[in-house]
């Protein structure tokens, strides 16, 4: 089971980055997917989940109404737009997976079993 995360990059504040989370080994239609960052010093902080159940969306406070999570199960992919970035969002970013049939919120990165080896973001002028 490989989780690939990839689109991350270096975006002056205000801009946008799309970050893909594509999965092999596993079906990502019956898996719920989370989205993860981690800034230097600091705990991993969940950010965003997919249900695979209906695809119910959770976002937390920080990047609600900035970013977008989406699941493509053709391509067995989960994206995560994120637009107008703040220096803030400076992280490795992950995601990780676990099979899963609610579409309650997934926020801890303990439930998960399946992780993305990270992919840098950096928000600067």
């Known amino acids: 089971v490989q989780l690939q995360a990839s689109g991350g990059g270096v975006v002056q504040p205000g801009g946008s980055l799309r970050l893909s989370c594509a999965a092999s080994?596993?079906?990502?239609?019956?898996?719920?997917v989370g989205w993860f960052r981690q800034a230097p010093g600091k705990g991993r902080e969940g950010i965003s989940c997919?249900?695979?159940?209906?695809?119910?969306?959770h976002y937390a406070d920080s990047v609600k109404g900035r970013f977008t999570i989406s699941r493509d199960n053709a391509e067995n992919t989960v994206y995560l737009q994120m637009g107008m970035l703040k220096p803030e969002d400076t992280a490795v970013y992950y995601c990780?997976?676990?099979?899963?049939?609610?579409?309650?919120?997934?926020?801890?990165?303990?439930?998960?079993?399946?992780w993305g080896q990270g992919t840098q973001v950096t928000v600067s002028s």
């Open positions: 990780a997976a676990v099979r899963y049939g609610s579409n309650r919120p997934l926020r801890s990165p303990a439930l998960y079993d399946y």
């Open positions: 997919i249900s695979s159940v209906d695809r119910t969306t």
């Open positions: 080994g596993i079906s990502l239609d019956d898996h719920a």
